[in-house]
């Protein structure tokens, strides 16, 4: 009789721990299909971040090309004028002023240490001490935006010089603009009014950044990306 009941307990314990075991791999298998499909998205939003950069690439690859065949066609046709404009020329004297040094301003040092990676690490932390951790992301993500719009905007210069529309920058499969990407991100993170980082800054300079990049929604060109750009340095000063 005890042998059974031994038995019984057995079976009892081996069910419970197959379900235990059962919970387990059913909980792993949902984190990995999350982590999975995470990565998924990811990886679907680089290619296409990088689809879009590669048509950009081709685009301006293609101006260089014409601005060089319109180049080699001035050489050739001017040649002879240009080589007896410049035999009239004066010769050109050097100038020996010395190059003046730029007074280290203490804004100017803070930006220094802020371009190295453990200074901005200790700065940001003094900063999440004083409940302003936000400022100096602010800053490098400003900084990260206006090394974008000063590449998109070389870009539409290139366009333009060539003769060709600037739009083409931003037609499919172009993947929205990554200086006008970053510009939403530092509008709604840092500049909005109720925002979770929101900044301290003056009604006049919200409005007119605000303004600007409602302007840079609806059409990224190089005068709305100037006047993104103007408004966030004024924001960083």
Request: proline share 4%; hydrophobic share 35%.
């Amino acid at each position: 009789m005890s042998d059974g009941i031994d038995v019984d307990i057995k079976i009892a314990q081996a069910v419970r721990f197959a379900q235990r075991e059962f919970k387990d791999t059913v909980e792993s298998l949902v984190r990995n299909q999350r982590a999975l499909t995470t990565k998924i998205s990811e990886l679907e939003n680089k290619v296409q971040e990088l689809s879009g950069r590669l048509h950009r690439s081709q685009v301006v690859r293609r101006a260089t090309r014409v601005l060089r065949m319109r180049q080699r066609r001035a050489a050739q046709d001017g040649g002879d004028a240009k080589h007896g404009v410049g035999s009239q020329q004066g010769p050109i004297t050097a100038s020996h002023q010395a190059p003046q040094k730029k007074r280290m301003t203490s804004k100017r040092e803070l930006r220094g240490i802020l371009r190295q990676p453990q200074g901005f690490k200790v700065f940001h932390k003094f900063c999440e001490k004083e409940a302003c951790g936000g400022n100096p992301i602010f800053w490098r993500k400003c900084n990260e935006f206006i090394d974008e719009c000063t590449c998109t905007l070389e870009d539409i210069s290139q366009l333009c010089a060539a003769g060709m529309d600037p739009s083409e920058l931003f037609l499919a499969p172009a993947q929205p603009d990554p200086a006008l990407q970053l510009a939403k991100t530092i509008f709604y993170d840092f500049i909005v009014p109720g925002s979770a980082n929101e900044l301290a800054l003056s009604k006049g300079l919200v409005n007119r950044i605000t303004l600007a990049v409602h302007r840079l929604l609806r059409t990224v060109n190089k005068t709305s990306l100037t006047a993104v750009m103007k408004g966030l340095q004024d924001a960083q000063a």
